[in-house]
């Protein structure tokens, strides 16, 4: 049996670790559209932009590890197709990987702006990207930054940390609705103002212009910035291009039921994956290190032994470095009631999110030993009384 993973990604690796974990041990291919080794991409807008000598790439496993999985590499050549009849992969160097098991672990790809390939100009997605833009910041850069996401906040942090002027453009009235909620979200957004980060709301980028490289950004209400500097964070779509006409449902992602299953021999993971999670009853696309972690082993257990399948669920877990502070988020924020124990003011706070009667979601502001107990009792079902007790407690 050939087992094949699409995506050197950490949801790709650990399908691979898990494969082999499991006692399969026959052909095990994975592919990877970028040349390098899986790597950590986290680090990638936090710690590998920080200021001081340029730090190792974050490597999830050396070449001598990789060869102790006993796994085929093909790296630098990218999927282009799926025949889910014939079970074959094809390949952009022509190849065809045929497979009695599949996992699909693309990830996603950032959005870009018109006229974004001026240099200068970058998204943070790759090491390459990250490489790209930490040069730049090192040369003292005039910094725009386009979203303020968790990505955009990252890089600012960045360039504040070398007392570089900094902009945050976002378009929507208030950044991170999504992520936290409306509550939420101001108290976010004040970070950047407590550490010397303009940030701007309600207004996009009609145009990026330059003589040869990016020199300005012009924005909706007219207005001119100068920039050396453009990082583009506004969002990233799932890589399902190549899966069009493979017959597997694609709709914000590869769709998959409760086990990761998108279709015959085939399994999703990471990123790309949309499946239902049992832990909240719906339909969920998570683009966050965890669930990425967990799903790649989990599809990989489930490829190899379809019959006994388990449903994967989880609650929802991702962190964010800004500045000096770390920002923790558990759960949903979809919620009836918020309530925040501590000073948003301060440094130090917890909001928890309600939903009925059950404790739904946690944000964090520097409490990372609290966060985690907060997830164990959304796992558990706690209500929300025991929450409240546990935080006056």
Known sequence: ????????????????????????????????????????????????????????????????????????????????????????VELADGERLPYERLVLATGAQARHLPGERLPGVHALRTVDDARAVRDALDSGCRTVVVGAGFIGSEVASAARKRDLPVTVLEAAPMPLVRAVGEQMAPACAALHARHGTELRCGVGVTALEGDGRVERVVLSDGQVLPADLVVVGIGADPVTDWLQGSGLELDDG???????????????????????????????????????????????????????????????YFWSDWYTDKLQMVGVPAADEVKVVG??????????????????????????????????MIVRGATWDDALSFAAA
Not at 273 to 283: E, L, V
Not at 351 to 376: E, F, Q, T
């Open 1 to 88: 049996m050939t087992f094949v993973v699409v995506g050197a990604s950490l949801a790709g690796l650990r399908a691979v670790e898990a494969a082999r974990k499991a006692g399969y041990t026959g052909r095990l291919v994975l592919v990877g559209a970028e040349p390098h080794l899986p790597y950590d991409r986290p680090p990638l807008s936090k710690a590998f932009l920080d200021p001081g000598e340029p730090p190792p790439v974050p490597h999830h496993r050396t070449q001598d590890e990789l060869d102790g999985l006993d796994v085929e590499l093909r790296l630098g050549s990218p999927a282009t197709g799926l025949d889910t009849g014939a079970r074959e």
């Open 254 to 316: 590869v769709v998959c039921d409760e086990t990761l299953r998108a279709g015959d021999g085939v399994y999703s993971a990471g990123d790309v994956a949309r499946w239902h999670n049992p832990q909240f009853g719906r339909s969920m696309r998570l683009e966050h290190w965890t669930s990425a972690a967990e799903q790649g082993a989990a599809a990989a257990r489930n490829a190899l032994d379809p019959s006994n399948a388990s449903p994967y669920k989880t609650v929802p």
């Open 343 to 376: 000073d948003l003011d301060g440094e130090r706070w917890v909001a928890l999110y309600r939903c009925g009667d059950a404790l739904a979601g946690a944000l964090s502001l520097n409490l990372p030993g609290k966060i985690m107990k907060y997830r164990a």
